[in-house]
């Protein structure tokens, strides 16, 4: 079965004005939609097109060589972005509770400490990529930032941490991600994601990595 895009899970201006409509058509319906569309062509025929995308990039490796990079850059294009989009919501923000708060405490002294140390990540990342809240194999919360598409997830040899590694919460500082509405002010959106966060899915995909 291809890859396909999956739907927003909110109308596209559900996050202004944190995210505009503008931007969010662009970035689902063409970016993502790209990587989909590419990621297809690479893997058609091959035993790899059946495999969940989790699968693949933890994988990567393992991939005929002609594969890796188009899989690595669309697959991960792919993952990231279908991990994104529900990690907001118009009734996001505010603070995580439970046992996610709990482990942020334990991992960073505070919340507000996370923050800060989550937004330095994703304003010093050179170019294009991505910041990531990640769950380490000992159940530990930390911070690491991937360069293009890559996720954390990957082999350390291809910019990941390691399949033992779960993301939870990543947030995409490619320009396309912002630059329509913040331009070059990456610190002014990464200040107004923190409004849209859905800490109630962050909280359950903490949940899952660590049950």
């Not at 291809?2 to 969010?24: C, N, Q, R």
């Not at 002609?66 to 009734?91: E, I």
Request: charged residues 20%.
């Amino acid at each position: 079965m291809a890859f396909s895009l999956p739907d927003l899970p909110y109308a596209k201006d559900a996050l202004e004005p944190h995210i505009d409509a503008k931007t969010m058509e662009i970035h689902h319906g063409k970016h993502h939609n790209g990587y989909v569309t590419k990621l297809n062509d690479a893997v058609k025929g091959t035993e790899w097109a059946d495999k969940p995308i989790e699968d693949l990039i933890r994988s990567l490796d393992k991939l005929p060589s002609d594969k890796q990079t188009a899989v690595r850059n669309n697959g991960g294009g792919h993952l990231n972005h279908s991990m994104f989009w529900p990690s907001m919501s118009p009734k996001g923000g505010g603070k995580p509770s439970d046992e996610l708060a709990k482990a942020i405490d334990s991992a960073f002294g505070s919340f507000d400490a996370m923050k800060k140390q989550f937004a330095d990540s994703a304003a010093g990342r050179f170019g294009s990529g991505w910041a990531w809240l990640c769950v380490q194999p000992s159940g530990k919360l930390h911070i690491v930032s991937t360069a293009n598409q890559d996720n954390p997830m990957m082999p350390t040899s291809m910019g990941g941490q390691g399949s033992d590694h779960q993301p939870i919460l990543g947030l995409d500082v490619w320009e396309h991600a912002y630059y329509l509405n913040y331009q070059n002010r990456r610190p002014d959106y990464i200040d107004a994601f923190w409004n849209v966060v859905d800490w109630d899915t962050i909280g359950k995909r903490f949940a899952d990595a660590t049950n």
